[in-house]
């Protein structure tokens, strides 16, 4: 790796370059994210796994940088043109977009009018002209006449010379990058409606005549514009100056530039009307239609950068959502006329119990329903009901609330579950493998009780853009999506740590080190000699080897095993470490673990080495102190409110509890048990300014709202967050969860990222009222 390569990363995460050194070849080594961030502390100077994810791609840019910077000097040394200036220029290149500004004149490419001309011999009177401007054009231009390459007259003559300076012009590295960078800070995106497809484009009415400065185009926006221009209902055009000038002689911004550049001014020569026309031309024509597609091209990977982490975000604190944990549970998957569908799962997830009922149209079978959930609830002693949030999700929730109450004994507790993906899962080939016997439609009622029981552990089995936690997923580069979420899922698997003995083949392959391959060997071999006894067992998998299991085996768990070691996070390779601290405090294992005050007491500079510093060794005395402890916040239930079950139900002013369904930059979607979820708008989640809405709301989270107003016709809810207290003040309420229940810790309180711990809302620049305008975008956005 070159230097300056590590440098420069290292500026950018404002670290120390030999942090950066040692992390690129960790990761050159093969070793994953998740690892280097655990069990490399003393490496990289205790580089999080965020730092790592953004230096392993910035590594990937730079480096195709440098390659590309190396062919780009070989193309111009082989014309013979390279030049110690023009070599110095391309060294000192920092992005790719400088180094192909660089490259443009030397770039081949298809013959164009420019070059035609200099066949035709016109680059001598270009030359003059420019050069000296008292020449007559007319009577120059009649001099280089020539009928073989069709310059038959002056004003041929005259266009080939232009056509040779407007190129030379436009590809003039200095000068485009002074009008890319003008343009982006001064330039006005228009959206227009395409006549045609006014009627059948409505819902982008909002942008039928539409400007925005484009720098400032947030992401939601930019990609309903985009989203309009492909469907061929808007015409995104870029306007750098005024559209209608007083004077339309006189130059624009971006001609202004290109006569400074080139010296050109209007002084009463015969040729500097001429030159002028040039000047337009290059703008006009080259310029600005280069810039057009490249700026928008630029606030397109912006706004898909702020798209993917948005989803990355929430599927993170999906992913992480609380568990119910090992209880048996039974899961109903809502339906009308076909039934609900009914799984009941043990405490590992093992189904031992399917059923259909009938509680609602047309066979109306209520009381039956409830007295087989009953008999099943009993048979399998289950402790929770989880119920799809789908169709008929608010009947059967009521089902399920009559079941609690007619059974008191049973000690049940009913909880909503999402079921986003769960269809995609059921009709997979991962659930045709888990659950052969099982008919496509009971196994989503499986899905629905396992997710209750571990979020994580589910949902890696479905693809992440099928969770439904994005906004405008479909139009961002799926290439990039699938790797930011990839990176997140196996952050998520790693943090929590994997049980080798149980987890499923989807959950296994997330872990550092393993892929499908590997996991489903190791899956085999469990199946045919028996749980893992130990960690080193996991070696006896075929073609898990010693570099695999190093990357791997501090994530995986061996519940109950030989070694009480192996249900923690310390890595094998520092049981030397625990060996020392153990002899130091003259107790067996089983006497240390969970011993806060003993471990408290000890001093982690006691027990380092050459390999073991400080880092890993306070890692692992936290580790002694609560092993295999769950990052993820405790289990607790939600209640949606009885007799608000449907729109009609709604009224402004009520107070409701909700669960946050999804999280975007202008607010959160939150489900208060009507089927349609209400928007709390990003003005409307504090009593201060909130810049990112996350700060305040994550997928999963438990909050108590109030109702602003209620549109049954177009099916809207508009609800805040801020609670009106006696004495009038208002205030933000709701508890937070990592699921739709659990206690956690609540996210986003404090003072903002200004320091400001209140004050008025910041205005968020939207074209009409705040809400209404965050509706239309949510009426694009895919739920």
């Not at 992401?219 to 870029?238: I, M, N, P, Q, T």
């Not at 009953?374 to 119920?387: G, I, M, S």
């Not at 009780?449 to 552990?457: E, I, S, Y």
């Not at 580790?623 to 993820?632: A, M, N, Q, S, V």
Request: hydrophobic letters at 35%; charged letters at 30%.
């Amino acid at each position: 790796m070159q230097t300056n390569i590590a440098d420069r990363i290292a500026e950018e995460l404002g670290v120390r370059t030999n942090q950066v050194e040692a992390a690129v070849r960790l990761l050159d080594d093969g070793a994953t994210v998740p690892f280097i961030a655990r069990y490399r502390k003393e490496a990289t100077g205790g580089l999080d796994d965020s730092q790592l994810r953004t230096l392993h791609e910035r590594l990937g840019y730079l480096r195709e940088l440098e390659e590309r910077r190396q062919t780009v000097l070989d193309t111009i040394r082989e014309q013979g043109k390279l030049t110690d200036e023009l070599a110095a220029q391309i060294a000192a290149a920092d992005t790719k977009t400088r180094l192909e500004d660089l490259y443009a004149p030397y770039k081949p490419k298809r013959r164009t009018k420019g070059q035609k001309a200099i066949e035709a011999g016109l680059e001598p009177l270009a030359r003059t002209l420019f050069e000296d401007p008292t020449q007559d054009p007319e009577a120059l231009a009649a001099e280089y006449l020539n009928p073989e390459h069709e310059v038959s007259d002056t004003k041929a003559a005259l266009e080939g010379a232009r056509a040779i300076l407007m190129e030379e012009w436009a590809e003039d590295p200095e000068l485009v990058g002074e009008l890319r960078e003008y343009a982006w800070e001064h330039g006005v995106l228009r959206s227009q409606v395409v006549e045609e497809q006014r009627q059948a484009g409505a819902k982008f009415s909002d942008y039928f005549d539409y400007r925005e400065p484009i720098k400032d185009i947030p992401s939601h926006r930019a990609l309903a514009l985009f989203r309009g221009r492909k469907e061929g209902v808007l015409r995104l055009d870029l306007i750098v100056g005024d559209e209608e000038p007083a004077n339309p002689r006189a130059y624009g911004p971006g001609e202004s530039h290109i006569a400074a550049r080139f010296g050109i001014r209007v002084q009463g020569r015969p040729a500097d009307a001429w030159l002028a026309e040039v000047v337009r031309y290059t703008w006009r024509v080259k310029v600005l239609t280069k810039l057009e597609t490249e700026l928008t091209g630029r606030l397109r990977e912006r706004a898909e950068e702020e798209a993917i982490r948005v989803f990355a975000g929430n599927l993170h604190d999906l992913l992480l959502a609380a568990p119910a944990g090992t209880r048996p549970v039974i899961g109903i998957d809502p339906g009308l006329r076909t039934g609900c569908k009914v799984a009941v799962v043990d405490a590992t997830g093992k189904v031992v119990d399917t059923a259909t009922i009938y509680p609602h149209e047309p066979k109306k079978q209520w009381d039956a329903s409830i007295a087989a959930l009953a008999e099943l609830a009993k048979k399998h002693d289950a402790a929770l009901v989880a119920v799809g949030n789908g169709t008929a999700s608010r009947e059967t929730d009521r089902l399920a609330l009559d079941l609690l109450k007619a059974h008191p004994e049973l000690g049940l507790q009913k909880v909503m579950v999402s079921e986003a993906g769960a269809s995609v899962y059921s009709a997979s080939e991962q659930a045709s493998r888990e659950l052969p016997e099982l008919d496509v439609s009971l196994r989503g009622a499986v899905s629905i009780a396992r997710r209750l029981q571990d979020p994580l552990a589910e949902l890696v089995k479905i693809d992440p853009g099928s969770i439904g936690v994005g906004q405008y997923q479909h139009d961002v580069s799926q290439s990039r999506l699938a790797k930011a979420l990839d990176a997140v899922v196996e952050d998520c698997v790693n943090a929590v740590g994997v049980d080798a003995n149980t987890a499923s083949v989807p959950l296994l392959a997330r872990v550092s080190g393993l892929n499908a391959s590997l996991a489903e060997r190791l899956v085999e071999h469990r199946n045919t000699h028996g749980a893992f006894p130990d960690r080193q067992a996991l070696k006896a998998v075929p073609r898990l080897g010693d570099k695999t299991f190093e990357q791997a085996a501090g994530f995986l768990r061996i519940q109950g095993g030989d070694n009480p070691l192996d249900a923690s996070a310390v890595h094998p390779e520092a049981y030397p470490v625990v060996e020392r601290i153990l002899a130091d405090a003259g107790r067996p294992i089983d006497q240390v673990v969970g011993d806060s005050k003993l471990l408290k007491s000890l001093k982690p500079d006691t027990y380092t080495d050459d390999r073991f510093g400080v880092p890993t060794v306070t890692d692992i005395l936290r580790e002694l102190e609560k092993p295999g402890r769950d990052p993820r916040p405790e289990f607790e239930t939600a209640s949606f409110r009885e007799g608000v079950e449907k729109l009609e139900d709604l009224e402004a002013g009520m107070i409701l509890e909700g669960v946050v369904t999804n999280v975007t930059n202008f607010g959160a979607f939150v489900d208060v048990g009507v089927h349609q979820d209400g928007l709390v708008h990003i003005s409307q989640l504090a009593n201060r300014y909130v810049e990112d809405p996350r700060e305040v709301a994550k997928p999963g989270d438990v909050v108590k709202v109030r109702v602003l107003e209620v549109d049954i016709e177009r099916k809207r809810i508009g609800l805040s967050m801020k609670m009106q207290t006696e004495a009038g003040e208002e205030k933000p309420a709701g508890k937070k969860t990592g699921q739709a229940s659990g206690k956690g810790k609540p996210r986003g309180g404090g003072k903002n990222q200004k320091g400001q711990g209140g004050g008025k809302q910041k205005p968020q620049n939207e074209p009409q009222g705040a809400l209404a305008e965050a509706f239309r975008r949510a009426r694009n956005n895919e739920e």
